[in-house]
């Protein structure tokens, strides 16, 4: 059974910088890109930003190039999204998501992530 467990998450200043960790279980780690969205309160789940099963490409939403960074560690079966230069509009609900097919080459939306986590709040006031 796939698990993904997010952490990380809290409240910051704007202008501030949090880490978000997400480490999965269940099936081969190292074999299946991952993403990250977000909710915010009455919205549809946006995503953030996707690395691939390798690690060696990722993809971003236009809203947070620049200032978020995804990355993966296959040893730790774990993903990241590194935040820096928060605003009070990256408030939401975080999640990350691993796709359903492996070794894909696609950015999938929403539809392509088999498994989600339980999700992390960020809170950034200004």
């Known amino acids: 059974q796939v698990q993904l467990v997010e952490s990380g998450g809290g409240l910051v200043q704007a202008g501030g910088s949090l880490r978000l960790s997400c480490a999965a279980s269940?099936?081969?780690?190292?074999?299946?890109?991952m993403a990250w969205f977000r909710q915010a309160p009455g919205k549809e789940r946006d995503f953030v930003a996707a690395?691939?099963?390798?690690?060696?490409?990722?993809y971003y939403a236009d809203s947070v190039k620049g200032r978020f960074t995804i990355s993966r560690d296959n040893a730790k079966n774990t993903v990241y999204l590194q935040m820096n230069g928060l605003k009070p509009e990256d408030t939401a609900v975080y999640y990350c998501?691993?796709?359903?097919?492996?070794?894909?080459?696609?950015?999938?939306?929403?539809?392509?992530?088999?498994?989600w986590g339980q999700g992390t709040q960020v809170t950034v006031s200004s």
């Open positions: 998501a691993q796709q359903g097919i492996k070794f894909s080459s696609s950015w999938p939306g929403r539809r392509g992530y088999a498994y």
């Open positions: 269940g099936r081969t780690f190292s074999s299946y890109g």
């Open positions: 690395i691939n099963w390798s690690g060696g490409s990722t």
